[in-house]
């Protein structure tokens, strides 16, 4: 939870241009970048990539894998870690729910190549946070 709060603070100090983006609208989030709506009521950082075992391009796998990715996010006060999943033939799993929103993984950039690994740093996530519907 420290990591969290603190990977948040961090990339809300830093004077670079931050992603803004529009509740119920993909966007596109680099590995350790922090992301917020135009009112700063939801932050999110891409803070860790826990998995990508996606069968690697040109490779013939028994098992299409999948990919892991650990969102930092914060909603007014409250904070919270998600996992999220995307399954190895491009399937977002059902996104998983903080505060008022869900949050899902729709896409995970560059997809695995054979004989190289890829750096957390070379990752993008594409995400989609919307508002969760009440019953």
Known sequence: MFF???LLALGASKCEQK?????????????GEVASTTDKSISV???A?????RCPKEVNCIQAGRAVVELSVME???TAV??????????????????SYTYSLQKLDPWPV???KTAP???????????TPTE
């Open 4 to 6: 969290a709060i603190l």
């Open 19 to 31: 992603t803004v983006f529009t509740p119920g609208t993909p966007f596109m989030l680099k590995f």
């Open 45 to 47: 950082a891409l803070a």
């Open 49 to 53: 990539i826990k998995e990508d075992s």
């Open 76 to 78: 007014g006060k409250e």
């Open 82 to 99: 998600l996992q999220l999943v995307l399954e190895g033939s491009g399937a977002a799993s059902p996104g998983k729910s903080a505060g």
């Open 114 to 116: 054979a004989d190289k």
């Open 121 to 131: 740093a070379d990752y993008v996530a594409t995400l989609l946070i919307a508002k």
